[in-house]
């Protein structure tokens, strides 16, 4: 936490010296009170007394003239607010190992259900692209709030041959890198890619790709999809049916999303691929932003003040 004018927190002497000062004529009250009784009689002249809760009252008050206080300094803290603008990228592999079933009803289907789902969960001013790869990447979607294109889209994506994660990635990158604001400034980015992670296609490995968008500043969040036992059906030349394991690369999708600091998933089912997104709809519609927090010092500050002068009624039928 900062503050905008910290000089305004020497009024924070005051708390310790209020507390001093109840502290004294506490003390004071005590000692008038044994020159006309002898503390041996009290029990037998006043019924009943607060006790411990007698200093509830002022303790309130006391945290109240500190929120106050703190108040006057225009505190400053870092919070986390809904982003106004931002462009998502989401990295698609739409290879043959997507079409395997362990995942129901496939895998490519089961993101294409959970990424509707997410769609929803972005901010309307959000822009959103869409890149598929397979043996090669390719733009399905420019950047655009327009979310029923985005869903046209999602719905048109068919399956490829091998799996260029690397290059899936590098096009994401430059895709998001291309979006600019009204003074020209690029937009906050994030790159989500959707794969069992196993490159079978492509020069670039996604490690390298992952180090392009860590230069960019763009956060790549991975969402590894498939279990062990996932299998595909290839037709060979021959005309045979080969049954092929596909079984997802975890760790890959892991370091790419720690080499941009951000968060890898693991989702072996369609059930745990939506909660995924719903909660990652959460973490890139948001930011940490420092904003002035002397509002709050002050509700709560009030509140305080209102909270002692009611215990003080409750108590004593007097206000402190």
């Known amino acids: 936490m ?8 020497l009024t924070l002497l005051a708390v310790p010296l209020a507390l001093g000062g109840y502290v004294w004529l506490e003390r004071r009250r005590r000692r008038q009170a044994a020159l006309f009784a002898s503390p041996a009689l009290v029990p037998n002249l006043v019924g009943r007394k607060p006790g411990w809760l007698r200093h509830v009252p002022p303790a309130l008050a006391l945290l109240a003239l500190a929120l106050l206080a703190t108040g006057l300094a225009r505190p400053h803290a870092d919070l986390s607010v809904k982003r106004q603008e931002a462009t998502v990228v989401l990295a698609m592999d739409t290879s043959r190992s997507m079409m395997a079933t362990d995942v129901e009803p496939s895998r490519l289907a089961a993101v294409q259900k959970a990424v509707r789902i997410f769609l929803n969960k972005l901010p309307k001013g959000y822009r959103v692209a869409m890149v598929s790869f397979a043996d090669s990447a390719s733009v399905v979607l420019p950047p655009t709030a327009n979310r029923e294109a985005a869903r046209r889209a999602l719905n048109g994506l068919r399956p490829g041959d091998g799996t260029a994660v690397g290059e899936g990635i590098a096009r994401a990158v430059q895709v998001a890198g291309r979006v600019r604001d009204e003074d020209g400034k690029a937009t906050p980015a994030a790159i989500l890619v959707l794969s069992d992670g ?7 490995q996604p490690l390298q790709a992952a ?44 370091r790419i999303a720690a080499t941009t600091g951000a968060r890898f998933y693991a989702a072996p089912d369609g059930e745990r691929l939506e909660a995924v997104y719903d909660e990652l709809g959460s973490r890139v519609g948001r930011v940490t932003k420092e904003r002035e927090v002397t509002a709050a010092f002050a509700a709560a500050g009030a509140l305080m003040l209102l909270g002692a002068g009611a215990a003080s009624a409750f108590l004593f039928g007097r206000l402190p």
């Open 198 to 204: 196993a490159q079978t296609q492509g020069t670039l």
């Open 211 to 254: 180090r392009l968008a860590k230069r960019e500043k763009i956060p790549v969040y991975t969402v590894s999809l498939g279990t062990q036992q996932g299998v595909v059906e290839v037709r060979g030349d021959d005309g045979f049916v080969q049954r092929v394991t596909v079984p997802p690369d975890p760790q890959t999708m892991r």
């Open 2 to 9: 900062t503050f905008a004018w910290p000089l305004a927190l």
